[in-house]
């Protein structure tokens, strides 16, 4: 609670999309919050992509400008911000696949350890750093009702990061929730999903896009993260969440292994999914 608290006292007073704080106790750990009527993203994302598509520019201008705020009262930021969850080797004698395509696709991945990298380097490489929320699943971006707008909540793991970072999780947690709505079972090979050259669906990548468009015009020329580190956080960001989804279930689902194709397509060729969006 000690970061959630000072980011709610010192910072997110000037942030349109954090809920209203009706008390921040000066002594102890404690918030109390204007209570919000909302939808959660996650319910609407894939249901109602215009008004999906709509929200983007508002929480990518927000949180740029939170990024923004690093160079103000630095002294009193929180420098420490909880990484992604660490990805351990995926272990093939304990891991029960569900065919044999699948066993190959996985000794492809561990072999040259692209993915499990990605998330290593993302966070390693050379960066601007400032402020971020660092917690952006979509059950944390708020749409207010009946009012429209954006709320988000659950501050408390924000603190220095990346420019790439809130980038990252926001695009990596509207891919999750698409590969986890595709109309798989364990009898599906992931091979044939992705030789049918099917991509993400256009309301996913027009959202994905305006999103990153509207960070990058309000960072109006700061230093960002390039291209390469931004979409290498997006596949991080959708390994981490793969793994950490199965940690307790010995095969991984037709589901997870989409999206780990997804994560390793975003690396191999992020113009499949952004395009010609480039900084």
């Known amino acids: 609670m000690g970061r959630e608290t000072w980011f709610y006292r010192e910072v997110l007073p000037s942030i349109s999309i954090a809920p209203a704080c009706l008390l921040v106790a000066e002594a102890e750990d404690v918030v109390v919050l204007e209570y919000v009527d909302a939808v959660p993203l996650h319910q609407i994302a894939l249901t109602e992509p215009e008004s999906t598509l709509a929200l983007m520019p508002e929480l990518a201008t927000a949180l740029a400008r939170l990024h923004l705020r690093s160079g103000h009262d630095a002294a009193a930021t929180p420098r420490a911000i909880l990484p992604l969850p660490p990805l351990d080797p995926v272990d093939l004698d304990v891991l029960m696949v569900v065919s044999a395509a699948t066993l190959d696709i996985i000794e492809r991945v561990q072999s040259r350890n692209t993915l499990t990298a990605a998330v290593e380097s993302a966070l ?32 408390e793991l924000g603190g220095m990061g990346p420019t790439g970072w809130d980038i990252g999780c926001v695009v990596g947690a509207m891919l ?50 390039d291209f390469g580190q931004v979409t290498t956080f997006i596949a991080a960001n959708l390994v981490a969440r793969t793994f950490s989804e199965s940690t307790h279930v010995r095969r991984l689902s037709a589901h997870h292994l989409v999206r780990l194709l997804v994560a390793e397509g975003i690396l191999l060729s992020p113009d499949e999914l952004f395009g010609d969006l480039r900084w």
């Open 124 to 155: 390693a490489g050379p960066g601007p750093q400032g402020l971020v929320h660092a917690d952006l699943k979509l059950d944390n971006i708020l749409r207010p009702r009946p009012d429209g707008g954006i709320v988000v909540v659950d501050w």
């Open 176 to 225: 999750a929730l698409w590969c986890s709505h595709l109309a798989l079972d364990s009898a599906t090979d992931p091979a044939d999903w992705i030789d049918s050259g099917a991509v993400p669906f256009e309301s996913v990548q027009l959202a994905a896009c305006s999103f990153m468009e509207a960070y990058l015009k309000e960072m109006r020329g700061a230093a960002v993260a």
